[in-house]
């Protein structure tokens, strides 16, 4: 069954939509505690994404759009994209500041461009995702362009069961 992504789940395709160039509806194939899935498109355009919203937010902050992470699969583009991890923060980073983001004991650092926070390398995001998988929470840490310090903390419960759903979705 097809269906159009729900309001409040719009926004987490937002890149994923800027990306796809003929993709108007996505297939909701999962759903977990935390953590959607869904592919859309077909043949090489196929793609799919999980994504989430942090269950808690803090920071000194008056106003601050939606924050969520995608992890993305692109089996069919040239280098086989798998694990593309994105963070999109509701608010612009500060210039040349970078994200750190702590699973487990595991710590990652990621660049910012605007108000996205993406790993240098793919090595990066497939670390990330195996964390996800073996952990429980997930924090991430960010400066806003005014210098406003937040730490979102996102629940990687059910994690697992979406990334495994687009990892049968977007096979090669």
Not at 19 to 47: I, L, M, P
Not at 100 to 113: C, D, M, N, V, W
Request: some cysteine; aromatic content about 10%; hydrophobic content about 30%.
């Amino acid at each position: 069954m097809i269906k159009i992504i729900s309001p409040s789940f719009i926004v987490l395709a937002s890149f994923v939509l800027s990306c796809a160039t003929n993709a108007q509806t996505y297939e909701k194939v999962k759903t977990t505690d935390h953590w959607e899935a869904y592919k859309s498109g077909s043949g090489k355009g196929r793609f799919c994404f999980v994504g989430s919203e942090p269950i808690k937010k803090k920071g000194a902050y008056k106003r601050r759009d939606k924050t969520y992470v995608l992890v993305t699969h692109r089996p069919n583009d040239k280098k086989n994209k798998v694990d593309i991890f994105e963070l999109v923060a509701g608010y612009t980073y500060k210039k040349d500041s970078s994200v750190t983001i702590k699973i487990g004991g595991q710590k990652f650092e990621l660049f910012t461009s605007g108000g996205t926070a993406w790993a240098k390398t793919s090595k990066t995001d497939q670390a990330l995702a195996r964390a996800m998988k073996r952990g429980n929470t997930m924090t991430v840490a960010g400066t806003s362009s005014r210098g406003t310090k937040t730490l979102d903390t996102y629940s990687l419960k059910g994690f697992t069961a979406a990334y495994n759903a687009i990892g049968t979705n977007c096979k090669k």
